[in-house]
């Protein structure tokens, strides 16, 4: 089983539409990794990330606002001899985008950026209560730098050919 670098910007983004939690990746003022799941919106090489006005992931990202957000599609357990331990792979696809966390105060950008979460996973509309808008805290990556894998390729698939 190979692994295969994907270039294409359609295919990443077509794997980050595809996923419904997303890692989020940080290091404390000491340089203590911490990574939370959650829930995401995606436009335009931003990733848009909401939590709560307060607690352990705002403390870390105001003192250190670099971040590697990971998604990770698919779970296929593949192998090329089903008795050698090493054939085996798990197949699935990964994208590592790297970026700066940018706060969003602004009420109408934060309603926007909610549409483009919701959006991520479902096609339905929404309005959203003032209180809630005020209320929620409202994160953008820039992403930086991002690269994409597929992971337990056949070899003898035509993107070795």
Known sequence: MRTVFIQNKEEIEAVIRSCKTCFLGMADENGQPYVLPMNFGYQDDEIILHSAQEGRLISVLKKNPKVCVTFCHGEELVWQNEHVACSYRVKSTSVVA??????VDDFDEKVKYLHLTMKQYTSATFQFGAPAIRNVN???VKVDNITAKEFGVDPNSPKFR
């Open 98 to 103: 790297e970026g700066t966390i940018r706060f």
């Open 138 to 140: 409202i994160m953008v």
